[in-house]
């Protein structure tokens, strides 16, 4: 099983940027990745996704534009580089990898089988 671990995360103003990194050991070959976010009183939301390629990816709307995915296979690491970070950023940000081979985004949890602890970002306004 793919272990997963998230870094990068802390608190930042409002307007600012966070860079956050997941390392993967296991294998990861042809299988996409996403990062989700949970914020207190939530339910775990999908943020952005990529495939193994790097491309396509695929976002959630409330963060298009402003947030980028993006993965390193001979780092076995995946990348979110978040600009313009808004206080509704705030959440627990954890990666994540789909239990099946694939060239395909989902943005749903039950396809996604391994989960890191996750990172806490705080975004003050």
């Known amino acids: 099983q793919v272990q997963l671990v998230e870094s990068g995360g802390g608190l930042v103003q409002a307007g600012g940027s966070l860079r956050l990194s997941c390392a993967a050991s296991?294998?990861?070959?042809?299988?996409?990745m996403g990062w989700f976010r949970q914020a207190p009183g939530t339910e775990r939301e999908f943020v952005a996704g990529?495939?193994?390629?790097?491309?396509?990816?695929y976002y959630a709307d409330s963060v298009k534009g402003r947030f980028t995915i993006s993965r390193d296979n001979a780092k076995n690491t995946v990348y979110l580089q978040m600009n313009s970070l808004k206080p509704e950023d705030t959440a627990v940000y954890h990666c994540?990898?789909?239990?099946?081979?694939?060239?395909?985004?989902?943005?749903?949890?039950?396809?996604?089988?391994?989960w890191g602890q996750g990172t806490q970002v705080t975004v003050s306004s």
């Open positions: 296991g294998l990861t070959y042809r299988k996409s």
């Open positions: 990529i495939t193994y390629r790097g491309g396509p990816t």
């Open positions: 994540a990898i789909t239990t099946y081979f694939g060239d395909s985004v989902p943005t749903s949890l039950r396809d996604f089988g391994s």
